[in-house]
Every structure is written in structure tokens, then in C-alpha cells.
């Protein structure tokens, strides 16, 4: 079946740009995960939602990163007056595992490469 | 939080020798340990994964160990071949309220040499 897609694979803007970067998750899957993975290093923790719900925030960077995900399907990340500082792979993933004690692989999108001139 | 530290940073090993990667965590709370393969500019890719409950745990060529006292867990790799070159990652899960996200090691970039 498909997996999690992600789009645009490529994204460059200009310093002071918003953007907007969109994740599929697998269908029926209930929790997705927004990682950000700057080159060489490994996934950083950015937002969760369970369905339509954010229920942690806690890793996103700055008040200029804002997840959403109305419907409890598809998923936005957008990223307003763009910094250099947020060049990166921007990684969804998803998960079904929806309760509490319950261990489910993630499964990864192929990422949005996000350069910011 | 929980803070992952993962050892090598890069790894060279000859075609059919075994890799080791060790990583350890802060935690005492966490009690899942996933560990990913991600191929250059491809996406993380889930290869073995342990819980708490077990102390090892071998799918094939590929085999985890986890000592919940020392916390810290290793990847084994035996009989390598060219195609395991990749870098792997390791994670742990914090279990706290309903959140399940993933704390990542730094990564090690295997490279197998034929």
C-alpha cells in the first residue's frame, strides 16, 4: 500500500518567506509525528497530533513554526518569516498507535529538503 | 528530556566482518528502542526494534541487545554485506502521558568495504 508522502520533496526561499510543507500519512493511521533533521544529525523532535489533536508542541523552535492537521489526516507544517537557521530535512511521520502503553513502528515520509538563501 | 548518545560517528568495516554500534540514554523511563537505516537522501527506515521486557532480540544478519541497568543498547551486524552501508540511528521512546515521539541518537555512517 502507499506509504507516507510528503510535499514538495524541495523547497528554496528567500530569508523572510513563509512556506508550507504537507504530509500524507499512512491511512487510518492515528498519530503523526514532524521531526526536523538537520544534515548529518539525526531526527529532532518537532510536534505530535493524535487525529485532529496537538498534544505536544513542545519541540517546535520558535512561535514562527505552526502545525496543523484539521480533519485528522493530512498535515501542514508552515514555517513563517524563514531563517537560514531553518535549513533542514523536514521529516513526517506516522503511527497507529493511539493509546497510551501501545508500542506501533513510525513510519517516515521521504522528508521536504527546506533551503533557506 | 531524554538525551541519546550513539558511538562511532563513522564505522569501516570489511565485506563479511561484523559491525557493532552501541548507544546510550538518560532516561529510566524509556522502554522502546527502534533502530533505523537511512540511505543518503532517503527516508529512515525501521530494521529491528526492542522493549523494555527483553534483553535481546535478533531478526537474521541483525541483532539488538539492551541492559536496562546500565542503560545503554547495541546493534549487531554479522556477515556484512556492501548493501548495509548506510547510516544507522538509534531512538528511545519516553513514556509520558500520551506522546510516543522518538529521541535520536546522532547517527553512525557504516560503510562496508567489498
Known amino acids: 500500500g502507499a506509504g507516507v508522502s510528503q510535499s514538495p520533496r524541495y523547497k528554496v526561499a528567500k530569508r523572510g518567506q513563509d512556506v508550507a510543507l504537507r504530509c500524507d500519512p499512512i491511512?487510518?493511521?492515528?498519530?503523526l509525528f514532524w521531526y526536523q533533521q538537520a544534515l548529518g544529525q539525526g531526527p529532532e523532535f518537532l510536534t505530535y497530533f493524535q487525529n485532529e489533536a496537538q498534544l505536544d508542541k513542545s519541540g517546535l523552535p520558535s512561535d514562527r513554526f505552526f502545525a496543523e492537521r484539521p480533519e485528522g489526516s493530512v498535515s501542514t507544517l508552515k514555517i513563517q518569516r524563514t531563517q537560514q537557521e531553518d535549513s533542514a530535512v523536514y521529516l513526517c511521520a506516522s503511527s497507529l498507535a493511539q493509546a497510551f502503553g501501545r508500542f506501533n513502528e513510525q513510519f517516515f515520509g521521504p522528508g521536504t529538503r527546506l533551503t533557506v538563501l | 528530556g531524554e538525551n541519546v548518545e550513539q558511538h562511532p560517528s563513522t564505522l569501516s568495516v570489511q565485506e563479511g566482518d561484523s559491525a557493532v554500534i552501541k548507544c546510550t540514554y538518560s532516561d529510566s523511563a524509556s522502554n522502546y528502542f527502534p533502530w533505523y537505516k537511512q540511505e543518503l537522501g532517503k527516508r529512515p527506515q525501521l530494521i529491528i526494534d526492542i522493549r523494555s521486557n527483553v534483553g535481546e532480540k535478533k531478526d537474521q544478519r541483525i541483532a539488538v541487545t539492551l541492559n536496562k541497568t546500565a542503560k545503554h543498547f547495541s546493534l549487531h551486524i554479522t556477515e556484512t554485506q556492501p548493501e548495509d552501508s548506510a547510516v544507522y540511528f538509534c531512538a528511545a521512546s519516553i513514556s509520558s502521558g500520551s506522546a510516543r515521539q522518538l529521541t535520536f541518537g546522532s547517527g553512525t555512517q557504516l560503510t562496508v568495504l567489498p
Open positions: 491511512s487510518g493511521h492515528v498519530s
